[in-house]
Structure formats: C-alpha cells, structure tokens
C-alpha cells in the first residue's frame, strides 16, 4: 500500500499546524507509509496504519486510512470520512474540556486520509493494563476513574460510539478518550450513550471483573450522573444483550455476567 501526495492534497483540518511544521512534515506527506514502516508504526491492518512519531517537536499519533474502493475514495475526498469525523468529534471534545487527545491535522491524500493528533509517550489502555500484574486496589482506582471520565462524557451531551476498554487510554497523567470516530454530540441521544455503556460492561463480564468492583463502578457512574442506577442498568440491557450476543457468535461465551 503506498501512496503520493503530490498533487492530491486537500487540507481538511489544521492548515496553521501544517504551515508551522513545514520541513519536518515534508517526508509524512511525501509517502506516509513509508515513512510510518521506518519504525514508528504500532498497527497495521489490510487498509490502515497506526504510528506514533515526533513532529517537528510534538509527539503525534498518525492514523494513515486507505480507500477500500473507488467509490469510496470518492465519497472520503467529497465528505472527508472517518478521518474529519473523527477530527471533528476531537475538536468537539476537547473545546468542551473532556480528556481526549488534542487533533492536530486531517488532510486528503492521494487514495488515502491522514489523521494527526496529541500523542502520549508510555501509554496504557485500560484492557492491557487489567491483563497485567496489578493489585486490586490499582483495579478499584481505574475503574473509578472511567465512571467519572463516562459520566462526564455523557453529561456533556456526548456519546463516543465505542465505549470498549481499549479505547480508554492512562496516559500524560490521567484517563483519556481515544478512537473517535463514531464520537456524537453534543445533544447525542440516550440510546447511544447507554450503548457506551454496554460495550463497557460487555468487556468487563469478558476480563473477568468481580462483582463487587462491578458494583462500584455502577455506582460511581451513576452518582455522576445523577441518575438511579437502576434505571440506568435497565436502559443499557438492550444494547447488552445484543452485544452479547454478537460476540457469543463470533467468540463463544466468555466470562460470567454481571448483570
């Protein structure tokens, strides 16, 4: 997968950005899988790449989006797809005063998209950080902390669209959100943020979490929210179940449940 920028760059976002890193940008833009490949890549799958690299004095996050098809080429180059999307939902987020990563640049390149954003050295998702050695009171203060950082996220008016652990990153001090790309708000609706929810819950039934730490979150949540935890477990069965189901198909049962 490679691509050129030369004559099909279109600046979606951060033009100012872009203009003040000059030089150092020149080589991203030039081949940005290339250069992502000299070891700044973290993932990779058939039509993306995930890296992490110093630019011109700022650590950034750079999330390279390859077309799947002509048609939808076209459609990214017309309407910006995931990458402005999540650029956007960034920008939202952040001039709120939520804990995202500050968005940098969104441009349009040849059959691909490029996103920039604040990148965080010696990161840690919450799921990594579960499955590692950790005592149990470390566990009681992540989770704690996710139900402040979703109640605030949701008593903001927004929804993230994808509330799985990996998307909840310990980094530059304290929790942030990451992966925004189905981000909504404000004024998000109350089915997408009990969505949220579910998909948090979903991956604590399938790491194993205990009940009684369960039940710490639900409350921290809901004392966040201001709203009877009751009420607000029997909105997220719904989307629960669903999600269970899916992933019963694809995984087979893992964990017990906790609701």
Same mark, same amino acid.
């Given at each position: ?89 960034? +920008?939202? %987020?952040?001039?709120? @005063?939520?804990?995202? &990563? $500050?968005? /940098?640049?969104? *441009?349009? #390149?040849?059959? !691909? +998209?490029? %996103?920039?954003?604040? @990148?965080?050295?010696? &990161? $840690?998702? /919450?799921?990594? *950080?579960? #499955?590692?050695? !950790? ?17 605030? #996220? ?20 304290? #929790? ?84």
């Amino acid at each position: 997968m490679t691509t050129s920028a030369e004559g099909a760059l279109k600046i979606w976002r951060g033009e100012d950005w872009l203009r003040e890193r000059g030089a150092a940008l020149a080589p991203v833009l030039a081949d940005p899988v290339s250069w992502l490949e000299q070891g700044r890549q973290i993932k990779v799958d058939s039509h993306s790449r995930v890296g992490l690299a110093e630019i011109g004095g700022d650590f950034c996050y750079i999330k390279y989006y390859g077309d799947k098809s002509v048609l939808q080429g076209l459609g990214n180059r017309l309407r910006g797809g995931r990458a402005l999307a999540a650029w956007d939902a960034g +920008q939202r %987020l952040f001039q709120a @005063g939520l804990p995202v &990563a $500050r968005p /940098l640049l969104c *441009l349009h #390149l040849q059959h !691909a +998209q490029l %996103l920039v954003t604040q @990148g965080f050295k010696d &990161a $840690r998702d /919450l799921k990594s *950080l579960w #499955l590692g050695e !950790a005592e149990s009171t470390q566990r009681a203060d992540w989770l704690r902390q996710c139900a402040e950082l979703l109640g605030a #996220l949701h008593n903001h008016g927004f929804s993230h669209g994808d509330g799985k652990w990996s998307n909840l990153l310990f980094a530059g001090g304290g #929790l942030r959100l990451v992966d925004l790309e189905a981000a909504r708000g404000p004024g998000a609706s109350a089915s997408s943020q009990a969505r949220d929810l579910a998909r948090f819950v979903l991956n604590a039934e399938e790491l194993g979490v205990a009940r009684v730490d369960y039940d710490d979150f639900m409350s921290a949540y809901a004392g966040r929210r201001g709203i009877h935890r009751r009420l607000l477990e029997d909105g997220l069965m719904p989307a629960l179940e669903k999600l269970r189901t899916r992933h019963r198909q694809r995984y087979g049962d893992r964990g017990d449940r906790l609701l």
